[in-house]
């Protein structure tokens, strides 16, 4: 990998780690936050390791630093003491240990980044994960060097009434010319990247929470006075996320105090600062009047997974960045766990494997597919990705499904017990999980860590052969690696929980003489093959139940196969996996025919999806909404991008928009039974039933748009009229601007002179624009763009607007001309000069280029020419590269 100037990017290879020579006993941090800037002294109390030579240099990081004065044990040092180069600060005379003194200058008015401390609108923040605090100070800022904190903060009293760090506050006063202070003390040993810092006016929902021991727990929502009265989601999501734990994982909280702040200017959803969690507004804030049922949830899942990274994270941390699977896989599984217990379960588990089968499996399929541990990075912010939070997540799952939940919690237990306050990798984890379930850790380690070792995603054909006679049935499995796997790939561990569905419903049958409904084997070799008896029927195989493992299964479904697993599957997630396969099926099938150009694919074609769909909605939606719903939306162009070798997006969104319609057309009247239950406009309420209920609405109206548009306008005004919360709102306009319906123009209007003084509402009001799924919405984009709402240091703005027209509108993002990619670049190029996070993900949406035509390709490929011989971060240029 080159930069601009043709020096080679520095590469940082997990083979190169090193102990750190010197450990850290205590921190001590002072901020003095100044009108224009702040001044941070560190005292930094050093011993040389016991592992580490006589010699040894004591190595810090610091950047974007003003460095004011240094001191060692008392002496101050001048710069011929110490080596300063790149980030890298060395100083060879640290001995035995002893203290660090270093006082420097930094400028969080300046800091557009949002990475290290900021002000954005008068608030100060910290974003320290994963390489931030060295904008803060110099440090060993590396997550395998733990110590204690103790922070003081002074900041003018007016402006700053609230002056929060990690930990427990131990004292507070009043000094000179309308200041104020605070100390806070953290004493649990942490790596910096959880170290957090806010001051600011802010207001305060304060509850508390009993632990199991009986200790109180004083709960804190920190946020702008005007969002007060939309914290009490998260508070009951935190009480029952802190209560989840203590049940599911035996992980008690262990300080007196846990605090969230929301905060506008951020620039992913939320961090797990010890005992200070920082959130983005989006991810804390919710009200039935400003929020949709998505936007709850989402809440509600954002709060669990950060207050569950005080065990998966804070109290076992990482040793290094190459183990950030570590927690944030874990993590995942375990907030996807409770979401499941909180609402749906399948819904939840649907969502999750949508969510990953269409963007993960893409990453893991194309020029940025990495291993799960991968060997080596260069810019660690773009390590933050879908391979490692969800594939990760799916890793975990397995290992709940091999051990079984009772074998997965000993080894959690186990895990969290041997490494309390240490950082660990991910041997430590999966050698828990071994020895606590009495496993020959050896061999379990090393099987296992080929799904954390092996970028791409595995591939299993299925053979099957029934033998009538004897009724017994053979089944064959065959794992092959992908060939983005390295050279000599391994076999992996794969659980398979299976079921047999015969014509009438689910079979029970027997394997190696257990007899039961379904099975669960785990695939360990290239090939393998196991025998069923009492088969008493030609069965359709229920395959990977749930998903029990993240992998592209090949086998020789008929649809009439797929229509019988749709109707009888006992297995919910399979019935609807089974519609998503028969739908992709059908839409691929008829998009080769319009790029082949055959004429018969303008005639109506038969639909076996539509015949399943059919027969057992009506029925579905009345007994399963939540799953009703699901049923009828089909996979998005993204996820069927990644199904074919060749995207053609035009193509695929006539054919997709075709078979939508062919399975709508016989629900006609079963929409109208659905939308006229009117659901839709009853008070708010949080509960499976009841989303269930508003999601199986909102799918019936935007079906109905495409059957009957005046009839579906009149009920979308009628909602918009009367809708008693966003959920109802919010559906009602996205069917008037999505399909073009009449009074669209006005509704948006009039929705943003409703909400223009809610920032996160009309980041939604953005986003349904920029997603309007035509042509002109590239247009529309520009105009937004230039709209006096539209504030480009806002991540969520830039987000709602950008992020939705390159990641989530096909249509006019891969216009044909080009002029869809050549609006992203250029915004790119502006956001990545102020804030390279945000562009190095926006530009991710370039990921899918090698698979588009000829044209498009040169199209992209002149964009990325043009930015990569320009001025980009490292962490844009890395993605582009
Ligand atoms: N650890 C946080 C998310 C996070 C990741 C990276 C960041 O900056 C590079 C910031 C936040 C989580 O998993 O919730
Ligand atoms: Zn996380």
Sequence with gaps: MKTETGVAAKIIYLKDYQAPHYTLEHTELHFELLGDYTEVSAELRFKRALTAPKEAVLTLLGADL?????????????????????????????????????????????????????????????????????????????????STFRTTIVADKASCPVLLSNGNCVATGDSENGRHWATWEDPHPKPSYLFALVAGDLAVLRDSFTTVSGREVALEIYTAEVDQDKCDHAMRSLQAAMRWDEERYGCEYDLDRYMIVAVSHFNMGAMENKGLNVFNTSCVLAHPATTTDAGFQRVEAVVAHEYFHNWSGNRV??????????????????????????????????????????????????????????????????????????????????????????????????????????AAIVEDFLNSMAVANGLDAGAFVSQWLRWYRQPGTPVVSVNS??????????????????????????????????????????????????????????????????????????????????????????????????????????????????????????????????????????????????????????????SDPALAAKMLQLPSLAYLSDQVACYDPEALQRARESVLLQVIAPLQSALGTVLAKQEMLKPYVYSAQAIAARSVEAVALDGLARLQSGAAAAIAQHWLKEAPHMSAE????????????????????????????????????????????????????????????????????????????????????????????????KQLLAIDARNPQLASRLAGAFGIWQKLDESRQAHILRELDGLLSGDLSSDTRETLS
């Excluded at 660690?380 to 290992?399: H, Q, S, V, W």
């Excluded at 088969?535 to 229509?563: C, N, T, Y």
Aim: proline share 4%; charged share 20%; hydrophobic share 40%.
């Design 730 to 825: 919010q559906a009602a306009l996205t069917t008037l601007v999505h399909h073009q319906l009449p009074g669209a123009d006005d509704a948006l209007q009039a929705f943003y002179a409703r909400w223009k003084h809610e920032p996160l509402v009309l980041d939604q009001w953005f986003a349904t624009q920029a997603s309007a799924p035509q042509a002109e919405t590239r247009e529309r984009v520009e105009a937004l763009l230039a709209h006096s709402d539209f504030d480009a240091t806002v991540p969520n703005r830039v987000r709602a607007v950008i992020g939705q027209f390159a990641n989530n509108n096909p249509v006019a993002f891969h216009d044909a001309e080009g002029r869809g990619y050549g609006l992203i670049a």
């Design 66 to 146: 003003e460095l004011l004065s240094v001191a060692w044990s008392g002496q101050l040092l001048s710069a011929n003491d110490w080596q300063w180069q790149d980030e890298k600060w060395q100083f060879a005379g640290a001995g035995e240990g002893g203290v660090l003194s270093t006082k420097v200058r930094i400028y969080p008015d300046q800091n557009l980044a949002l990475e290290g401390l900021y002000r954005s609108h008068g608030l100060y923040c910290t974003q320290c994960e994963a390489e931030g605090f060295r904008k803060i100070t110099l440090y060993p800022d590396r997550p395998d060097v733990l």
């Design 317 to 422: 941390t990482c040793r290094d960045w190459f183990q950030l699977c570590l927690k944030e896989g874990f993590t995942v599984f375990r907030d996807q766990q409770f979401s499941a217990d909180q609402l749906s379960a399948v819904v939840q588990r649907l969502e999750d494997v949508a969510f990953l089968q269409t963007h993960q499996f893409a990453e893991d399929a194309g020029p940025l597919a990495h291993a799960v541990r991968p060997e080596s990075f260069v810019e660690i912010n773009n390590f933050y990705t879908l391979t490692i939070y969800e594939k990760g997540a799916e890793i975990a799952r397995m290992l709940h499904t091999f051990l079984g939940a009772d074998g997965f919690r000993r080894g959690s237990d186990h895990y969290f017990k041997t490494y309390d306050g240490q």
């Design 465 to 622: 052969v029934w033998q009538k006679d004897i009724q017994r049935l053979t089944l064959t499995l065959t794992q092959t690696q992908s060939s983005k796997s390295s050279s000599t790939p391994e076999s992996l561990p794969i659980p398979v929980r299976l079921g047999f569905i015969g014509k009438e419903g689910e079979l029970s049958t027997s394997l190696n003489g257990v007899t039961a409904n379904e099975h669960l084997l785990v695939l360990e070799q290239a090939e393998q093959s196991w025998q069923f008896d009492d088969v008493s029927q030609v069965p359709v195989l229920s395959l990977f139940r749930d998903f029990s493992a993240p992998v592209r299964v090949k086998a020789e479904f008929g649809d009439a196969d797929l229509a019988q697993l749709i109707r009888l599957d006992s297995n919910s997630f399979n019935r609807w996996s089974a519609s998503y396969a028969l739908a992709t099926r059908e839409i691929l099938a008829l998009a080769e025919q319009y790029r082949s150009g055959d004429l018969r694919a303008h005639q109506p074609q038969e639909s076996a999806l539509a015949a399943a769909i059919a027969e057992v909605w009506s029925e579905l939606a009345a």
